[in-house]
């Protein structure tokens, strides 16, 4: 590693303040790999990502003067006064190729449900550990102004004074700053269909509902369900209106819509009743084949599975299914490729297991068998750490490949295979 390349750790001090410490590169790691981060494998922090203070936590640098990680316990410019990590909450369509390094002090606690990229500073800007897996400016924040956003939910409000899915979705994006709920509201791309109040899996890091690990769920479950009619008004608004739109059943903002068929099959219906335009897609954990296989006939275009893992062992660590077992999810895809559903793979990435020797073995596999169209990178909300540590008591965790290693794999092998972030509407399929 040249050190001309390398750049500038940055921490926090006991206030929050983002300080370069000088003689220290920064540290990303992956499982227990450190790797020392330079201009070779960060980017520019890209528009619209947020710096993340880690509390009862130390900092791992990489040492200039030893060439060596070190634990960095205080800070150099005030002898006795604590440093905190910092890491990189970052925007949609990069995934994260190392997380900030940093060790855990006795007392902490687990993590928010975010995400934790490795960053640094070089040359007058910040420089994150990520790779662009998607530019599409879908959930540009810069695209979208707060009052074009308003003026929208007064629209709506005004065209469906009744819909109480309308009313949901306006909630999401005031409240909660969704973009899918957002970009309703401006009228384009892809639109939101939240629909279920129940979930039969506990995916450890969901974010809707939290009942064991004392960590806050971020936003709200959906407490009703609407009905057909709501969803189908809010779907045909949306696809009428926007060019290669998209709507989605399964949100942050509700449990599984498989569980919700029996509202969801007969509004499909009535979608299609109207228009064949637009992309009916549904983002789910693909639980139930037979389900599955009525949405197909009523009109379903996309489906978008998501998965942690391509094994059973770690997939159930993570999701903890109640009543359907992991063969029911590879059973759902099949269906869908047998009826030429296009189908995309939800997959959480954390860099130190994703990209395992194991895991990166596991996904080669399963796409030989399953060849499914699309793999949507997202990074996994969930304590890097405590991730880790889990999914070590059900598996060995070699040491990673790399995260970029493994999408120019995935690239040379499997041509046919897209990649990106978002959910694609039906022209690009």
């Avoid at 219906?269 to 335009?277: E, F, G, H, N």
Wanted: charged content about 25%; proline content about 7%.
């Amino acid at each position: 590693m040249i050190k001309e390349n390398l750049i500038s750790a940055v921490v926090a001090d006991k206030e929050g303040k983002v300080i370069e410490l000088e003689g220290y590169a920064a540290g990303g790691m992956a499982g227990s790999a450190f790797t020392p981060l330079s201009t070779g494998n960060t980017i520019n922090m890209p528009y619209g990502g947020e710096f993340m203070f880690l509390p009862d936590r130390s900092p791992v640098l990489f040492n200039l003067k030893t060439n060596r990680p070190e634990i960095l316990k205080e800070n150099p410019y005030a002898p006795g006064e604590p440093v905190f990590p910092v890491a990189a909450f970052n925007s949609p369509g990069y995934v994260i190729s190392h997380v900030s390094a940093y060790t855990e002090k006795q007392v902490a606690r687990q993590l928010p449900l975010f995400s934790y990229g490795a960053i640094g500073w070089h040359k007058g800007s910040f420089r994150t550990a990520v790779i662009l897996v998607d530019s599409e400016k879908r959930q540009d924040l810069r695209l979208m102004p707060r009052e074009k956003i308003i003026a929208g939910v007064r629209a709506m409000k005004k065209k469906m004074p009744q819909n109480r899915l309308r009313a949901h979705i306006e909630n999401c994006a005031l409240k909660y700053g969704c973009p899918a709920a957002k970009n309703f509201f401006l009228g384009r791309y892809e639109a939101p269909l939240p629909t279920s109040e129940n979930c039969n899996a506990r995916c450890i890091g969901c974010i809707s509902l939290q009942k064991e690990t004392g960590i806050k769920n971020s936003q709200e479950r959906i407490s009703f369900t609407p009905s057909p009619e709501e969803i189908a008004e809010i779907a045909l608004e949306h696809i009428m209106k926007v060019k290669r739109s998209v709507v989605s059943f399964g949100q942050g903002c509700e449990g599984d819509p498989l569980l919700a068929a029996h509202v969801i099959e007969p509004a499909i219906r009535l979608i299609r009743a109207k228009t064949d335009r637009g992309t009916i897609n549904m983002n789910t954990n693909g639980s139930l084949p037979e389900i599955m296989e009525r949405l197909f006939d009523a009109g379903l275009d996309s489906i978008r599975v998501s998965m942690n893992s391509l094994r059973k062992k770690c997939y159930d660590a993570y999701f903890r299914p109640k009543g359907y077992l992991f063969s029911d999810v590879i059973k759902s895809i099949d269906k869908a490729l047998d009826k030429k559903i296009f189908v995309s793979i939800n997959y959480l990435n954390c860099p130190g297991f994703t990209d395992s020797p194991e895991e990166a073995d596991a996904l080669f596999t399963f796409l030989k068998d399953h060849p499914v169209n699309f793999i949507q990178w997202r990074n996994l909300n969930f304590d890097p750490l405590r991730y880790w540590e889990i999914m070590s008591k059900v598996t060995s965790i070699s040491t990673p490949v790399g995260i970029g290693e493994v999408l120019s794999r995935l690239k040379r092998h499997f041509t046919g295979l897209n990649h990106g972030y978002f959910n694609p509407p039906k022209e690009k399929f």
